[in-house]
């Protein structure tokens, strides 16, 4: 009898993307001077994702990625890193480490 594939474990990155588009959040929560709660307030999603999709360890939905860059007044284009605006040219980069 076949079965259902193993699922992969969330405790590791889902793909590069996902860790792009993590920093990319970060760094720009981070800019704005907001805390996870702010941000996930702003979206309207729920703190402990926004931090476990900070961390890479979700893969979200394009509804999801939509209600965070709207929170950033973004596209999603813009979310993956086709364009920040808005961020300060001196702002770290995405795989900087933030202060």
Not at 22 to 51: C, K, P
Not at 52 to 75: C, P, Y
Request: glycine share 10%.
């Amino acid at each position: 009898m076949v079965g259902e594939p193993e699922r992969p474990p969330y405790d590791r990155v889902v793909s590069e993307a996902a860790r792009r588009l993590a920093g990319n959040i970060r760094l720009l929560r981070t800019v704005h001077g907001w805390s996870q709660e702010t941000l996930a307030l702003n979206a309207g999603l729920d703190r402990t994702f926004v931090g476990a999709v900070e961390r890479a360890k979700r893969n979200i939905t394009l509804a999801s990625a939509e209600k965070l860059a709207h929170a950033f007044e973004l596209t999603v284009a813009d979310l993956r890193g086709a364009g920040l605006r808005g961020v300060p040219a001196n702002a770290p980069t995405a795989g900087q480490r933030l202060k």
